[in-house]
């Protein structure tokens, strides 16, 4: 295995492939308490069924985090927006329809509780130093494993 790229960050590795690392690392390190509900949920009201994927709440934290890395300053309220869609409504015009606040919630206060992200002053949440170095390490790995 070759030494990890020093200056890598989570802007360098592709969305999808440090999602799923990341997700992978924060089952690994066993510190994020699943709610009693995560494998009755669902993640929207326009969805019928619950997620599948057994490990589903972890990468939904895993893309919560890359997305406060990216752009900081956001909180449930544009989450929920960005993890909406649209809901059909038969004959009807599609709407777009927000994603559950909730889950959202409890992924960022189990991010906070990790000490990953902080609550903004101007608000929102914002990434702290020690969330900026795990996860530009999770993604040095990630670019060394596919390298």
């Given at each position: 295995m070759s030494p990890t790229p020093s200056g890598c960050t989570v802007k360098d590795v592709p969305p999808a492939e440090f999602v799923t690392t990341y997700a992978a690392h924060l089952k690994r390190v066993g510190q994020v308490?699943?709610?009693?509900?995560?494998?009755?949920?669902?993640?929207?009201p326009r969805k019928e069924l619950a997620p599948y994927d057994q490990d589903w709440f972890y990468v939904r934290?895993?893309?919560?985090?890359?997305?406060?890395?990216?752009?900081?300053?956001?909180?449930?309220?544009?989450?929920?927006?960005?993890?909406?869609?649209?809901?059909?409504?038969?004959?009807?015009?599609?709407?777009?329809?927000?994603?559950?606040?909730?889950?959202?919630?409890?992924?960022?206060?189990?991010?906070?509780?990790?000490?990953?992200i902080e609550t903004d002053a101007r608000g929102g949440r914002r990434l702290t130093s020690k969330g900026q170095?795990?996860?530009?390490?999770?993604a040095a790995q990630c670019l060394s494993v596919s390298a």
């Open positions: 308490e699943l709610p009693s509900w995560v494998d009755t949920i669902k993640t929207a934290i895993a893309s919560i985090a890359r997305k406060i890395y990216i752009r900081g300053g956001i909180g449930t309220g544009e989450f929920r927006k960005i993890y909406g869609g649209r809901k059909r409504r038969g004959m009807k015009p599609n709407r777009s329809s927000k994603a559950s606040g909730g889950l959202i919630r409890n992924a960022l206060q189990q991010l906070e509780r990790l000490g990953v170095a795990e996860m530009d390490t999770q």
